[in-house]
């Protein structure tokens, strides 16, 4: 192997290194580990129950009536 077929890959592998590094960076920065946990408090909460997820001791007006 001669050294203008070394050319081309080791380009490609440098830019393929300095993308991985951005990549990796901006998904481990402090802006985006805020980013993640705003979206996770201000998603709507999923429950797949199909009961009340909290029962209150309170009587209500009907419950007094019976």
């Given amino acids: 192997m001669n050294f203008d077929n070394l050319i081309g890959p ?5 830019m393929a290194v300095t993308g991985g590094v951005l990549i990796v960076r901006h998904f481990f920065s402090a802006e985006a580990r805020w ?3 705003r979206r996770r408090s201000n998603t709507r909460i999923s429950s797949t129950a199909k009961r009340p997820m909290v029962k209150l001791s309170v009587r209500t007006k009907k419950e ?3």
């Fill in 35 to 37: 980013e993640r946990r």
């Fill in 10 to 14: 080791a380009i490609l592998g440098v």
């Fill in 64 to 66: 007094r009536n019976k």
